[in-house]
């Protein structure tokens, strides 16, 4: 499985941007896919969760009430919307793939990785 996040930019607070991961080589039905992130400095952290019927996300208490996680298993995507961003959500974000159901905070679980897409926010 290949991922490929986009959507990334640079915006002001308050705004929003939805990033997406296209997944290429095998279907991607079958995996729980997530978000991290990766801030200046930081070390990568988990941000969002969705299982592979869509039916279930689970988010970080940072995010709640701002971004929400979807997939599209008919097109190989997965979605991240990110309203009222605030200068702290500035990182390079991951989309990832994993087999497994629990532990998906941890990111040693995950089978398969993009390679990022910056978001910046201005203050």
């Known amino acids: 499985v290949q991922l490929q996040a986009s959507g990334g930019g640079l915006v002001q607070a308050g705004g929003s941007l939805r990033l997406s991961c296209a997944a290429s080589g095998r279907t991607v039905a079958a995996y729980n896919m997530a978000w991290f992130r990766q801030g200046p400095g930081k070390e990568r952290e988990f941000v969002a969760r969705?299982?592979?019927?869509?039916?279930?996300?689970y988010y970080a208490d940072f995010v709640k009430g701002r971004f929400t996680i979807s997939r599209d298993n008919a097109k190989n995507m997965m979605y991240l919307q990110m309203d009222s961003l605030k200068p702290e959500d500035t990182a390079v974000y991951y989309c990832a793939a994993m087999r497994e159901f629990y532990y998906f905070t941890r990111s040693e679980k995950y089978d398969y990785w993009g390679q990022g897409t910056q978001v910046t926010v201005s203050s």
């Open positions: 969705v299982t592979w019927s869509g039916g279930s996300t």
